[in-house]
């Protein structure tokens, strides 16, 4: 895990952000890219677990998401999440 850490702190900052605006946070981190208007967040396993737990009760919500080649989930490209807070 620690050699993950240091791997993506070189390259993207570790943020807090919401999905539309909701009312549970996450930990996850940016590149500081975005797509159609929301931040593209990835996250641990860890809080991808989390996230898959928050989103159970919705019916209309099937996430499909694999871990990347940085060891880490992408919620970009497509998922509406913002930054709530940078560090």
Do not use: P
Request: proline fraction near 0%.
């Amino acid at each position: 895990m620690k050699h993950t850490q240091e791997r993506i702190s070189n390259v993207i900052k570790k943020i807090k952000f919401t999905f539309n605006y909701g009312d549970e946070v996450f930990v996850g981190y940016s590149d500081g890219t975005r797509w159609n208007g929301w931040d593209n967040i990835s996250v641990t396993e860890d809080v991808h677990n989390e996230i898959e737990n928050y989103f159970d009760n919705d019916a209309d919500c099937e996430m499909e998401i694999k871990k990347g080649e940085n060891g880490l989930y992408s919620y970009g490209y497509g998922f509406t999440t913002s930054i709530i807070k940078e560090g």
